[in-house]
């Protein structure tokens, strides 16, 4: 591996990392019974058809009335409901301390992207959610290119898209399954499991 500042690419993904994403949030706003917030979070938010529609395979016409059929009654499929309607203002919100980093990445002469498994609902408002929307110079959510990480796929796609060199990429991400893709497509990488900018900063050399 490279000395982290001779990277000319820093790769991040979004969800844990960027920026806080946690579906509670717009459960909570019509329900404070914790029996409700979990069986919809895992029915619906954490579900294999969740995933799919990450993965850009299915749409949420399809998708949401399959999820809300999955709930044990209809007064919890009512909360459901009305949490999807704009799940993706609530859910999503800059993490703290991702702005200096990113501030300073490009400060320091380094290009920024993201790489991230994404509906495409969240991939047409990333600009609200994200710190510093306007320092990126790229992006690649999931479900643009039907396949998602760990696939080496998107990985491969990306590299092309963006017009990029893997050995020139570092690539954060919050799941080491996803790093170990990375690697196996030649861009290097850190698994960022613990959420602390603090040390992010250290890896970074910042």
């Given at each position: 591996?490279?000395?982290?500042?001779?990277?000319?690419?820093?790769?991040?993904?979004?969800?844990?990392?960027?920026?806080?994403?946690?579906?509670?949030?717009?459960?909570?706003r019509?329900?404070?019974?914790?029996?409700?917030?979990?069986?919809?979070?895992?029915?619906?938010?954490?579900?294999?058809?969740?995933?799919?529609?990450?993965?850009?395979?299915?749409?949420?016409?399809?998708?949401?009335?399959?999820?809300?059929?999955?709930?044990?009654s209809?007064?919890?499929?009512?909360?459901?409901?009305?949490?999807?309607?704009?799940?993706?203002?609530?859910?999503?919100?800059?993490?703290?301390?991702m702005?200096?980093?990113?501030?300073?990445?490009?400060?320091?002469?380094?290009?920024?992207y993201?790489?991230?498994?994404?509906?495409?609902?969240?991939?047409a408002?990333?600009?609200?959610?994200?710190?510093?929307?306007?320092?990126?110079?790229?992006?690649?959510?999931?479900?643009?290119?039907?396949?998602?990480?760990?696939?080496?796929?998107?990985?491969?796609?990306?590299?092309?898209?963006?017009?990029?060199?893997?050995?020139?990429?570092?690539?954060?991400?919050?799941?080491?399954?996803?790093?170990?893709?990375?690697?196996?497509?030649?861009?290097?990488?850190?698994?960022?499991?613990?959420?602390?900018?603090?040390?992010?900063?250290?890896?970074?050399?910042?």
């Amino acid at each position: 591996m490279k000395n982290i500042k001779d990277y000319k690419n820093i790769v991040f993904d979004m969800g844990h990392v960027v920026c806080e994403y946690d579906s509670r949030r717009s459960i909570a706003r019509f329900t404070s019974d914790e029996r409700v917030i979990s069986e919809i979070r895992w029915v619906v938010y954490n579900s294999a058809p969740w995933q799919m529609l990450d993965a850009g395979l299915d749409t949420e016409e399809n998708a949401f009335p399959r999820l809300l059929s999955r709930l044990s009654s209809d007064e919890v499929r009512e909360i459901a409901r009305k949490s999807l309607i704009d799940y993706e203002e609530v859910n999503l919100w800059p993490k703290a301390g991702m702005d200096e980093v990113i501030t300073a990445l490009k400060a320091r002469g380094q290009r920024i992207y993201i790489l991230s498994n994404a509906s495409l609902r969240l991939a047409a408002c990333w600009k609200r959610h994200f710190p510093c929307p306007d320092l990126f110079d790229g992006l690649l959510f999931s479900a643009q290119v039907k396949c998602i990480k760990p696939q080496k796929e998107i990985y491969q796609i990306f590299f092309d898209r963006v017009g990029l060199d893997p050995a020139d990429c570092f690539f954060i991400d919050d799941l080491q399954r996803n790093i170990d893709a990375a690697r196996a497509c030649g861009m290097e990488g850190w698994t960022f499991r613990s959420g602390d900018v603090g040390e992010l900063r250290k890896v970074l050399e910042l």
